[in-house]
């Protein structure tokens, strides 16, 4: 069974502040996703990695940066927290190739006062 | 790139109806489209996918089809049950990339 952690489920950050959401996952997916989630917006990528140190900006990348230095670890930093970040904020991975179903954590809800 | 649309916002139904939930694309080169049941507080897990050479996928009460004329995707859920309720995503994709979901769906059906 996949699984994918990420390591806090609540944040409460205070604006100006730099924030990392870690996430890691135990099935040797090739690929790792971080969304954001908002009331009647779905969800929205942010970035992307395909390997071990690459990355891809998604559709809202403004305002955050990864991190993968290890194949089961992919971070989100937000360099300087702003409260419009406020949000539930997802990770995904899968297992690449001809297989794009992906596999969601169970969210990081972040509040930035 | 691609836009994926998704209507209604919320569906109301009583228990035992059917419900449909439907989506359109814009990127005609799209060929994967999967949907995704997510709990009230859980995590999205993907309920039922189709490539574009199916025009049709059932699995016990979902289904899903495929209209690639029209760029437009269906999730049918017969006989609905309370457990159903959920929030439901469509999403595409062109072949191994990044997904592109819809804003979802809010199902709710009363006993």
């Known amino acids: 069974d996949v699984k994918v952690t990420q390591s806090s489920r609540y944040l409460v950050k205070r604006t100006g502040e730099k924030v990392f959401l870690e996430c890691v996952q135990d099935?040797?997916?090739?690929?790792m996703f971080w969304y954001r989630q908002d009331p009647g917006l779905g969800l929205r990528l942010i970035y992307f990695s395909y390997d071990v140190k690459m990355k891809e900006k998604g559709d809202i990348p403004e305002g955050y940066s990864v991190s993968r230095e290890k194949k089961e670890r992919f971070s989100l930093i937000l360099e300087s927290a702003s409260t419009n970040q406020t949000s539930m904020y997802l990770c995904?991975?899968?297992?690449?190739?001809?297989?794009?179903?992906?596999?969601f954590g169970a969210g990081t809800r972040l509040s930035v006062l | 790139g691609e836009n994926v649309e998704q209507h209604p916002s919320t569906l109301s139904v009583q228990e035992g109806d059917s419900a449909v939930i439907k989506c359109t694309y814009s990127?005609?080169?799209?060929?994967?489209f999967p949907w995704y049941k997510q709990e009230l507080g859980k995590r999205p897990q993907l309920i039922i996918d189709i490539r574009s050479n199916v025009g049709e996928k059932k699995d016990q009460r979902i289904a899903v089809t495929l209209n690639k004329t029209a760029k437009h995707f269906s999730l049918h859920i017969t006989e609905t049950q309370p457990e159903d309720s959920a929030v439901y995503f469509c999403?595409?994709?062109?072949?191994?990339?990044?997904?592109?979901f819809g804003k979802g769906t809010m199902l709710l059906v009363s006993p």
């Open positions: 999403a595409a994709s062109i072949g191994y990339s990044t997904l592109t």
């Open positions: 099935m040797d997916h090739e690929n």
């Open positions: 990127d005609s080169a799209s060929n994967y």
């Open positions: 995904a991975s899968s297992i690449g190739g001809s297989k794009n179903i992906q596999y």
